[in-house]
């Protein structure tokens, strides 16, 4: 048994002797050393690798620094330029306002001056001079245009509106009175002035031109009393805003022929000879309510800390500010009770006033043509009633004033020089005695 067993380790070890020495034949020397030689190259590739890949990551750590600074760089000057950019404007900024600041007082001071100059006497007196002889011409040249030449009055009148009432607006608000500019008076030369140019052909805006012009327009000559005075501008514009419209609108009623109208104003031919009572009173009413409105947004509610403070002058506050108007007179008959709805008392009065003016223009004005002239003539003539009350009573009062004015101030710059002339005088006379 125990033979057997070395037996089979003996052939065990006789294999594997056998099959090293199979290897080794297999195996060469060449095989060998070029197996280290493949090793050696590995290990050259290996350190080659090595040495590139640290050569390119020392050149991207460069860029990347390089970028860095870059970028560094970049922001540095992207922030100098808007700090420069920055303080330019700001520099910009403030030259240009010291250079409106000195246009605007180099402006005030040329108004200034020629405020001034305007003040001058020889001044005032070459305008006034040259207001009477254009009010004059007007009051002379329109019945000659609409008589002869009625179709161009509509033109007349708009180029005469739109150059006085401008004018007046920034008189007006030079002194805080523009607020005038939005009263009935107004609306009405508007609703006039739309009409003529931009609906002639629409019946109900016709009707209640002509109604209110006749009516609360005309009448505020009384109301107002408005003079005639030609060498004033602000009264010969007053006169024009009341005056012209209802004489315009005569004009186009009466005195053109029916095919002109029929072609430039066709709302004329449309209504025909009569009006409708009923209908053209709830148009004069639709207009006067859109006026209402727009003015108790804009003025009454709208400014009504300006208006109360005394900072602006309104028409309501100016007729109730005069206790022996005729407003303020029906007002104080209703008591205290109306203390704090005085303004909404005075429009539900000019509401009723303006409602029962327009009821003879409705009824006669727009029917009889000589009704319509013997309106038209009445209320010029209280104008110019007006104006003579003005020029006997008021004006001729302020030139006496202004002569004795002048004449003392004569006499006080005369007395050094005849006092003068006496101690001259008296020394002469002591000279010839010595």
């Known amino acids: 048994m125990s033979t057997e067993t070395d037996n089979l380790n003996s052939d065990k070890s006789n294999e594997k002797n056998n099959n090293n020495q199979d290897i080794d034949s297999e195996t060469s020397p060449s095989d060998i050393r070029n197996g280290d030689e493949e090793k050696d190259d590995d290990d050259d590739s290996i350190t080659e690798l090595d040495f590139f890949d640290f050569f390119e990551t020392i050149c991207d750590k460069i860029d990347e620094i390089d970028a860095n600074n870059q970028q560094n760089v970049t922001e540095k000057t992207i922030h100098e330029l808007k700090d420069d950019t920055h303080e330019l404007w700001n520099k910009t900024k403030t030259r240009l306002k010291n250079q409106r600041r000195e246009l605007k007082d180099e402006f005030q001071k040329r108004i200034q001056k020629w405020r001034e100059h305007l003040k001058k006497p020889n001044i005032i007196k070459g305008r006034d001079k040259i207001s009477f002889s254009i009010g004059v011409a007007n009051a002379c040249g329109t019945p000659l245009i609409a008589g002869k030449w009625p179709h161009l009055l509509p033109l007349v009148y708009t180029i005469q509106a739109i150059f006085l009432i401008t004018m007046r607006f920034f008189i007006y608000k030079k002194k805080s009175w523009h607020y005038f500019i939005y009263d009935l008076c107004y609306f009405v030369n508007v609703l006039t002035l739309i009409y003529l140019w931009i609906l002639p052909g629409s019946p109900v805006l016709f009707t209640a031109a002509y109604l209110l012009a006749?009516?609360?327009?005309?009448?505020?000559?009384?109301?107002?009393?408005?003079?005639?005075?030609?060498?004033?501008?602000?009264?010969?514009?007053?006169?024009?805003?009341?005056?012209?419209?209802?004489?315009?609108?005569?004009?186009?009623?009466?005195?053109?022929?029916?095919?002109?109208?029929?072609?430039?104003?066709?709302?004329?031919?449309?209504?025909?000879?009569?009006?409708?009572?009923?209908?053209?009173?709830?148009?004069?009413?639709?207009?006067?309510?859109?006026?209402?409105?727009?003015?108790?947004?804009?003025?009454?509610?709208?400014?009504?800390?300006?208006?109360?403070?005394?900072?602006?002058?309104?028409?309501?506050?100016?007729?109730?500010?005069?206790?022996?108007?005729?407003?303020?007179?029906?007002?104080?008959?209703?008591?205290?009770?109306?203390?704090?709805?005085?303004?909404?008392?005075?429009?539900?009065?000019?509401?009723?006033?303006?409602?029962?003016?327009?009821?003879?223009?409705?009824?006669?004005?727009?029917?009889?043509?000589?009704?319509?002239?013997?309106?038209?003539?009445?209320?010029?003539?209280?104008?110019?009633?007006?104006?003579?009350?003005?020029?006997?009573?008021?004006?001729?009062?302020?030139?006496?004033?202004?002569?004795?004015?002048?004449?003392?101030?004569?006499?006080?710059?005369?007395?050094?020089?005849?006092?003068?002339?006496?101690?001259?005088?008296?020394?002469?006379?002591?000279?010839k005695q010595e």
Request: overall charge positive; charged content about 15%; aromatic content about 16%.
């Open 214 to 431: 006749h009516g609360p327009l005309a009448l505020a000559i009384i109301l107002w009393r408005n003079s005639l005075v030609f060498h004033s501008m602000d009264k010969v514009t007053s006169c024009f805003i009341h005056m012209y419209p209802p004489l315009t609108l005569y004009t186009i009623r009466w005195l053109l022929p029916y095919d002109y109208q029929l072609t430039h104003y066709p709302a004329i031919a449309k209504l025909g000879d009569r009006l409708n009572v009923f209908s053209s009173l709830f148009y004069v009413i639709v207009a006067y309510v859109i006026w209402n409105i727009l003015y108790y947004i804009l003025i009454v509610y709208g400014r009504r800390e300006k208006v109360e403070k005394g900072l602006r002058t309104t028409s309501y506050t100016w007729l109730l500010a005069d206790e022996k108007g005729f407003v303020s007179r029906i007002i104080k008959k209703f008591g205290g009770s109306v203390k704090n709805y005085k303004v909404e008392l005075y429009m539900l009065l000019q509401f009723g006033y303006a409602l029962i003016s327009v009821i003879p223009a409705c009824l006669w004005y727009y029917r009889y043509m000589m009704v319509n002239v013997l309106f038209l003539c009445s209320i010029f003539a209280v104008s110019v009633y007006n104006g003579a009350t003005f020029y006997i009573d008021v004006f001729s009062q302020r030139y006496i004033k202004s002569l004795k004015l002048l004449d003392e101030s004569d006499s006080d710059e005369n007395a050094p020089v005849r006092k003068q002339s006496k101690t001259s005088s008296t020394e002469n006379t002591n000279n």
